[in-house]
């Protein structure tokens, strides 16, 4: 695998600059559903996968909203191809290898300092937004079972709509999923499905 190499003055840059596009290239970015931020805690962030923005919605929420420092999970041939990202927190995961293990025990590592927030996509590929469920791999529960430290597990659906504008408009829908190692693994992927569904059902009346 391939470590993250994080450089904060650079990442703080990186976001900014990543936040000055997005407003560029979106009409609005709204969070449709906050969460409240446990203090003390790392964030476990999963997110639909669907874009390829999504890894920059992450870095928007890392910065902007949950106030965390952002490591972000990538598939490794993609990183090897953009290695700039791993100065901004990027590492990689080789799914299906033996190299995949310590992927997620280094991202679980991470999570045992409160200052980190790690991003990783459950579905492991790309699957359009408009899906109904959201299949969370079993290395979730792997990654999960290895934290140690106080873990806050959030969930966010970005779901996207044009409406009048020539520019898509991002709505992202934050569910709390509680602490690493109080939700069996079961109970979080199905309150997951369920906070997804009814993401769909409330974006359909989104203000706009």
């Excluded at 990442?11 to 560029?24: D, E, I, K, P, V």
């Excluded at 390829?52 to 902007?64: C, E, I, P, R, V």
Aim: charged fraction near 20%.
């Amino acid at each position: 695998m391939i470590p993250a190499r994080r450089n904060n003055t650079l990442s703080n840059m990186f976001a900014r600059y990543m936040r000055f596009r997005m407003r560029r290239a979106f009409k609005t970015i709204e969070i449709a559903t906050p969460v409240t931020v446990k203090e003390g805690h790392s964030i476990l962030l999963l997110c639909n996968h669907f874009s390829w923005w999504d890894g920059f919605f992450g870095n928007y929420l890392a910065y902007w909203v949950l106030k965390r420092k952002l490591y972000i999970m990538m598939q490794h041939d993609h990183l090897e191809k953009r290695m700039l990202f791993n100065l901004f927190g990027g590492f990689s995961i080789e799914r299906g290898t033996r190299e995949m293990m310590k992927s997620l025990w280094y991202a679980a590592d991470l999570l045992n300092n409160a200052e980190n927030l790690v991003v990783v996509f459950p579905q492991g590929e790309l699957i359009s937004n408009h899906t109904t469920t959201v299949s969370v791999e079993k290395g979730i529960e792997r990654l999960v079972n290895h934290i140690k430290g106080p873990c806050q597990i959030v969930y966010c659906a970005t779901l996207i709509d044009y409406f009048e504008s020539l520019k898509p408009s991002a709505y992202m829908h934050l569910y709390d999923c509680g602490v690493a190692g109080q939700v069996p693994f079961e109970e979080l992927n199905q309150n997951i499905q369920n906070f997804h569904q009814q993401a769909l059902k409330d974006q359909v009346n989104v203000a706009h």
